[in-house]
C-alpha cells in the first residue's frame, strides 16, 4: 500500500526538482497535496518559481492545465465562464471559462478584488460550478494551485478567510541559496528545463495513491493531538479566529500523506508537528494586539508545537 504512495511521489518530485532547484520540502509539500486532493497556496516574492512550480506538477502528471493571470479588473465570469446568446441557433451557448481544467494556476491571485476571488469558492470545495443557476461538475483530478505576493506589496488585496480555509497547504519557496542559484543559472543558460519535462506518472496510478493514503493507520493518542492542536490555536491571547475543524481534516489527510510518503503505514507524531504550520497557520486571525507586537500566526503554531505535549512522549526527572 505505501509502495504505490512512495513510487508515485518519488517520481514526481524528483520530475519536479529539475525545475524547482534545492527546494525539496516545497515540492514534497505541493506533492502531498496532490495525494490528499488538496488546494496549495504558494506565498513568496516575485521570481523565485511559483508559477514554475505549479507548471512542472501539472506536467508531471499529464493533466490538463489552465491559468489564471488575476488582475484588479478581472470579472468572476472571467473565471467560471458565461453563457453567450447563439445569432443561428438562437439559444443561449455556455462559453466554459479556465477554472474547468483539471489543474488550476491562480497567478498572482491577491491582485483581483475580493469578488472575483470568491468565483473559485465553489470550485474549490464541491468540485462544481454554477452558473445562471446551472451547475456544471468539474474534471477529475481538479486542483488549484494559486500563487500570491505577501500583502505589503502595491496592488495587493487580502485573500477572503472563507477561501483561505479552503486551501489545504500554504508554503513558501524562498530565495535559493548561492549554490542552488548557480545550478538555476546553468540550468536555464540555453532554454528552461519546463520545455523538456515529460509526464513521469498516470492518472490511474495517482487515483491508486490517492486512495492509499486514506488506508493510512493514525493511532487514536495522534488523532487526539491532532484536535489538541487545533482546538488550542482557538484558545490562544493572541488569536481572534482559531482553526475550524476543516483545518483538523487537512492536517490529519496530509499528515497520512507523508507517512506514505516517507515508506510508513502510520502516522507518528512528528507528521503531524511538520506538517501544523503550513496547514493551520493561514487559517489564524490574530488580534490587533498580537498584530502591533508583530506576532504572526507562524509563531503562535510553532509556540503551540512546543508547549502541547506530544502523545508517547516521557517527561524526564530534570523537568518535573
Known amino acids: 500500500m505505501t509502495g504505490v504512495v512512495q513510487e508515485c511521489a518519488k517520481?514526481?518530485?524528483?520530475?519536479?526538482?529539475k525545475v524547482?532547484?534545492?527546494k525539496r520540502e516545497a515540492v514534497q509539500a505541493a506533492v502531498i497535496a496532490l495525494l490528499c486532493q488538496g488546494h496549495v497556496l504558494i506565498e513568496d516574492v516575485p521570481g523565485v518559481g511559483k508559477t514554475m512550480l505549479a507548471r512542472a506538477v501539472a506536467r508531471s502528471i499529464g493533466c490538463d492545465f489552465s491559468?489564471?493571470?488575476?488582475?484588479?479588473?478581472?470579472?468572476?465570469?472571467d473565471?467560471?465562464?458565461?453563457?453567450?446568446?447563439?445569432?443561428?441557433?438562437?439559444q443561449f451557448e455556455f462559453r466554459p471559462g479556465p477554472v474547468f481544467a483539471q489543474i488550476v494556476l491562480a497567478d498572482e491571485i491577491n491582485r483581483a478584488t475580493?469578488?472575483?476571488?470568491?468565483?473559485?469558492l465553489e470550485a474549490m470545495e464541491e468540485r462544481q460550478v454554477t452558473v445562471d443557476g446551472v451547475t456544471r461538475p468539474l474534471a477529475q483530478p481538479f486542483l488549484v494551485l494559486?500563487?500570491?505576493?505577501?500583502?505589503?506589496?502595491?496592488?495587493?488585496?487580502?485573500?477572503?478567510?472563507?477561501?483561505?480555509?479552503?486551501?489545504?497547504?500554504?508554503?513558501?519557496?524562498?530565495?535559493?541559496?548561492?549554490?542552488?542559484?548557480?545550478?538555476?543559472?546553468?540550468?536555464?543558460?540555453?532554454?528552461?528545463?519546463?520545455?523538456r519535462l515529460e509526464q513521469v506518472v498516470t492518472l490511474d496510478e495517482l487515483r491508486s495513491a490517492q486512495e492509499a493514503v486514506k488506508r493510512i493507520h493514525v493511532e487514536h493518542s495522534v488523532r487526539e493531538y491532532v484536535v489538541a492542536l487545533v482546538e488550542a490555536t482557538r484558545r490562544h491571547p493572541d488569536v481572534y479566529l482559531g482553526a475550524s475543524p476543516r483545518g483538523s481534516l487537512a492536517l490529519f489527510k496530509t499528515a497520512?500523506?507523508?507517512?506514505?510518503?516517507?515508506?510508513?503505514?502510520?502516522?507518528?507524531?512528528?507528521?503531524?508537528?511538520?506538517?501544523?504550520?503550513?496547514?493551520?497557520?493561514?487559517?489564524?486571525?490574530?488580534?490587533?494586539?498580537?498584530?502591533v507586537k508583530q506576532t504572526d500566526a507562524h509563531y503562535v503554531v510553532q509556540e503551540l508545537l512546543h508547549s502541547l505535549p506530544v502523545p508517547g512522549a516521557r517527561v524526564s526527572a530534570a523537568a518535573m
Request: charged letters at 20%; proline letters at 10%; aromatic letters at 6%.
Open 11 to 17: 517520481k514526481i518530485i524528483e520530475n519536479v526538482e
Open 20 to 22: 524547482i532547484i534545492g
Open 67 to 77: 491559468r489564471i493571470q488575476f488582475t484588479p479588473d478581472m470579472l468572476p465570469s
Open 79 to 90: 473565471v467560471t465562464g458565461v453563457n453567450i446568446f447563439n445569432q443561428k441557433t438562437r
Open 114 to 120: 475580493p469578488k472575483t476571488q470568491s468565483a473559485l
Open 146 to 195: 494559486a500563487t500570491q505576493n505577501p500583502i505589503e506589496y502595491e496592488g495587493t488585496f487580502p485573500l477572503p478567510e472563507a477561501q483561505l480555509d479552503r486551501f489545504l497547504l500554504r508554503i513558501h519557496l524562498g530565495y535559493p541559496s548561492p549554490r542552488d542559484e548557480l545550478a538555476i543559472l546553468a540550468a536555464q543558460q540555453f532554454e528552461h528545463p519546463i520545455t
Open 256 to 291: 497520512q500523506a507523508r507517512a506514505a510518503v516517507l515508506g510508513r503505514d502510520y502516522v507518528i507524531p512528528d507528521d503531524v508537528k511538520a506538517l501544523a504550520p503550513a496547514t493551520l497557520a493561514h487559517r489564524l486571525i490574530l488580534n490587533p494586539a498580537a498584530r
